[in-house]
């Protein structure tokens, strides 16, 4: 005989953020702070600063200063998925600027760059399954994309003599 339990089965996973998510959000706002630190210490040399290191730098903002938000707080209602899409347009521009972002290197790309392709080829899917409402996919791969793409990445951009590391540490 089937009972009714009037709420959600104890199986039923929780859209709260758990203890990695709250990392990654956490995670998300040092390195905004981090990047607006340095970028306000470095002001002198913000004529040197080429055009598409500027839409770069704006599109990964965009995206950092987002993902903590939608990290912490409701999930799937509809300013979550405004803001999803602004994030998902944000990550998107930022890995196909990224590409014209060379100066480091001698003009050929980096490690770094990798991260770029592969942020170009899964952040339609992280839309794509949010639209699709395959949560626990979504999740996963918001979780991955946060991790790669923003975390690793955002710290490859203060050592080895980058200029977001210059002006911090200068």
């Not at 002001?43 to 987002?66: E, F, S």
């Amino acid at each position: 005989m089937a009972t009714i339990t009037g709420g959600k089965s104890p199986a039923a996973k929780s859209r709260a953020p758990d203890g990695f998510e709250k990392f990654l959000a956490v995670g998300a706002g040092i390195l905004l702070v981090c990047v607006v630190v340095a970028l306000l210490k470095g002001q002198a040399y913000w004529g040197r600063i080429p055009p598409n290191l500027w839409v770069h730098l704006g599109t990964m903002i965009t995206a950092l200063a987002l993902t903590p938000v939608m990290l912490l707080r409701r999930r799937g209602d509809r300013p979550h998925r405004v803001m999803g899409t602004i994030w998902v347009g944000a990550m998107i521009a930022t890995a196909l600027v990224s590409l014209t972002v060379r100066q480091v290197n001698n003009g050929g790309f980096s490690f770094i760059h990798i991260l770029s392709a592969w942020t170009l080829l899964h952040v339609p899917i992280i839309w794509w399954t949010a639209r699709t409402h395959r949560v626990d996919q979504h999740r996963g791969s918001v979780r991955g994309m946060v991790f790669g793409a923003l975390l690793i990445a955002g710290f490859f951009t203060f050592p080895f003599n980058r200029m977001l590391g210059q002006f911090l540490f200068s």
